[in-house]
């Protein structure tokens, strides 16, 4: 006797290959329990995960300061 975990079986009354085959499941409209929200519902649409670096570089002699061209985008900045 095996403890493995068994696949549902795809040939079932409520499967998603069934619905799919029967053009339900794709998850868009009023489709009851195979519906999605709408995109602009989603938690992170338009919402950037990173910020652009914004670096600035003084000179130690003449104190000037120089800006970077254009950041990068990234998650965290590391100097060693």
Do not use: W
Not at 24 to 34: I, Q, V
């Amino acid at each position: 006797m095996s403890n493995k975990r068994k696949t549902a079986s795809s040939l079932k009354r409520g499967s998603k290959y069934r619905a799919k085959k029967r053009g339900l499941a794709k998850g868009t409209g009023n489709l009851g329990r195979y519906s999605k929200p709408a995109v602009t519902k989603f938690k992170l649409t338009g919402a950037k995960t990173t910020k652009k670096t914004d670096l600035r570089y003084t000179c130690s002699v003449c104190k000037k300061t120089h800006a970077q061209k254009s950041g990068i985008r990234a998650k965290r900045l590391e100097f060693q």
